[in-house]
């Protein structure tokens, strides 16, 4: 309703009260500004093609309300094309559901942790294809059937990273307390890492995981959105002994802030950090750790 009093989003997205240093959100949900549930729902035609020019406007104007959050994203990530019908999204839903399922059973059948509710923080593996110091049962039986390929070693050197980055993302958050959060984080971050051979998992993926999690129940489809999220930032993961996967943005942030505050620029160079290395996170998250997490996502969608 027009004139109505903004509401603060913290609500849906509840902090532990013992976490008093997160940072403050600003974002607010405006009537008449913000995507309504109302808005979100007229914007379809009968068969369900969707309006994304009328819907983008809002999003632009006000963000997006937090209970529809994750239905909008789908179409924002580009996991359904705006022009498709009610009918063709849950044909390409249920194939895509179905797709996960069969990569996690891989993953599962190679280390079984996968899918069990749990995850590890040490290593189980050595680089060489050897017992880790932390190996299990799981991998001294794989080890015990011959040499690993070197696609298993990679992925199984990767695990325990993972759990450990996943006990760190969104700790403020109430919703992380239940393991089942936890490992489900982890089951997609590990799925992930196995198809995709040249970026397996770099630290930072979490924190571009963790909001797929909160916002759509289903597990697949949360792998679907943070994939779809993954094909625009994968190359921000790439790095190599002599250049960072963010090097381009680098560079233009730095040509930007030559041009908007030329004194800022120089004063950074003085201080040796006119080569922007400081902002390689910032880019690498976009932002995840600099604002709260609700402020993030309100960043991100507009």
Same mark, same amino acid.
Request: aromatic share 10%.
């Given at each position: ?10 609500? =849906? ?86 797709? =996960? ?30 017992? +880790? ?12 059937? +011959? ?44 799925? =992930? ?34 994939? @779809?999220?993954?094909?625009?930032? @994968? ?40 080569? =922007? ?26």
């Amino acid at each position: 309703m027009w004139g109505a009093p903004a509401e603060p989003a913290d609500s =849906y997205y509840e902090v532990r009260p013992e976490c008093t240093d997160v940072p403050v959100t600003k974002f607010k949900i405006k009537p008449g500004k913000t995507l309504s549930v109302r808005k979100w729902q007229t914007s379809f035609a009968p068969d369900g093609q969707l309006d994304i020019g009328k819907t983008l406007n809002r999003i632009h104007r006000g963000g997006i309300h937090p209970t529809i959050r994750g239905e909008v994203w789908e179409f924002l990530l580009g996991c359904f094309d705006p022009k498709s019908t009610y009918e063709e999204r849950e044909q390409l839903r249920q194939q895509r559901r179905e797709q =996960y399922q069969k990569w996690k059973n891989d993953c599962r059948e190679i280390f079984p942790v996968v899918g069990s509710g749990q995850f590890i923080t040490a290593p189980v593996i050595t680089e060489d294809g050897g017992d +880790g110091p932390n190996s299990t049962e799981i991998v001294q039986e794989l080890i015990n059937r +011959g040499p690993l390929d070197k696609k298993i070693i990679d992925w199984l050197l990767l695990l325990h990273q993972i759990g450990l980055d996943v006990k760190r993302t969104d700790r403020s958050l109430v919703f992380y307390e239940k393991q089942e959060n936890l490992s489900k984080l982890w089951d997609i971050l590990a799925v =992930y890492a196995w198809i995709d051979t040249d970026v397996g998992y770099c630290q930072g993926m979490s924190d571009l995981c963790s909001p797929m999690i909160i916002l759509l129940d289903d597990e697949a489809d949360s792998f679907w959105c943070f994939e @779809r999220l993954m094909r625009r930032l @994968r190359g921000n993961f790439r790095c190599t002994e002599s250049s960072v996967g963010v090097e381009t943005q680098l560079s233009h942030l730095a040509a930007v802030t030559q041009v908007i505050d030329p004194k800022l620029h120089q004063h950074l160079e003085t201080l040796g950090g006119g080569d =922007y290395l400081f902002a390689v996170r910032m880019l690498m998250v976009l932002f995840r750790r600099e604002f709260s997490f609700c402020d993030s996502l309100y960043l991100w969608e507009v």
